[in-house]
């Protein structure tokens, strides 16, 4: 059964950080591209970051550039965004999504399989 969970999640001031991890289960991740979705309260879902399946192409959503990394370690089938410099509007539960699509689309229904998502809250 195909997997993935995000862990990493929870409460930070304004300014802090967090890592979040994507760890997949029942497949190999390498072979799939990921992405970082979220979604606040009475919002829609969106694209975050996504890194493709060998780690070398990377995007990012123009709210996040500078701030986010995404990043792969295909021998531990683990992804991580790391977040700096979060602000109150970064609180969503974020998700994690796999495709084996090569086009490097951040829409949601470009992805396949899903994580039950890690809720990430900025406040002071």
């Known amino acids: 059964q195909l997997q993935l969970v995000e862990s990493g999640g929870g409460l930070v001031q304004p300014g802090g950080s967090l890592r979040l991890s994507c760890a997949a289960s029942?497949?190999?991740?390498?072979?799939?591209?990921i992405g970082w979705f979220r979604q606040a309260p009475g919002k829609e879902r969106e694209g975050v970051s996504r890194i493709s399946s060998s780690g070398a192409i990377t995007r990012y959503a123009d709210s996040v550039k500078g701030r986010f990394t995404i990043s792969r370690d295909n021998a531990k089938n683990t992804v991580y965004l790391q977040m700096n410099s979060l602000k109150p509007e970064d609180t969503a539960i974020y998700y994690c999504?796999?495709?084996?699509?090569?086009?490097?689309?951040?829409?949601?229904?470009?992805?396949?399989?899903w994580g039950q998502g890690t809720q990430v809250t900025v406040s002071s």
């Open positions: 999504a796999a495709t084996q699509s090569t086009i490097p689309s951040m829409t949601p229904n470009a992805y396949d399989y």
């Open positions: 029942g497949f190999t991740l390498r072979a799939y591209a």
